[in-house]
């Protein structure tokens, strides 16, 4: 996935909805209640970004890119990025605690905080270290730091929770 700097990140986080035969469907599966509440609580462009996002399976990553909304949802690029705040305000993305750019999708509305598998923490959430000896500043996520800690989990987890 190409990124740019200050683009934000979706990860998707739904139910899995199963077949009679327990067969898992990707994409566009939804409890027809969880769809319908989305419906009352958006409108326009909101509830089509809410349906473009929610078309995705469940811990896909996606970057937001307000162009490519605006042509898939048929609206304006102005109005992708308005849609973008909505859900953010009305709880449909929640910004992942620790960063600044990544946010979950929630099928469900929330404001309660996110926890996340730390499998997927351990690959986004970045923090700064400096190098004492060169003065040099990294930002690294948990998995990156683990890596220049020679895998020395110890000094790794001492680390972790003194930075910021």
Known sequence: MNTYPNQNIFIINKEDVKQG?????????AYIDTIQTAAKNLTGNSFKLYIYLLSNVNNYTSAF???DVADKCG?????ARES??????KGYLNLIEGTKTRYIFNDVATTSPISLPSTIVNNIVKKRFKDNDT???????YKELLTNCENNQELAQELWKGAK
């Not at 609206?75 to 109005?79: E, H, I, T």
């Open 21 to 29: 035969s327990g067969k898992l469907r990707p994409y566009l599966t």
């Open 65 to 67: 890119s307000p162009k």
């Open 75 to 79: 609206c304006s690029v102005d109005s």
């Open 84 to 89: 973008f705040k909505t859900l953010v305000n």
């Open 135 to 141: 003065g040099n500043i990294y930002e690294w996520t």
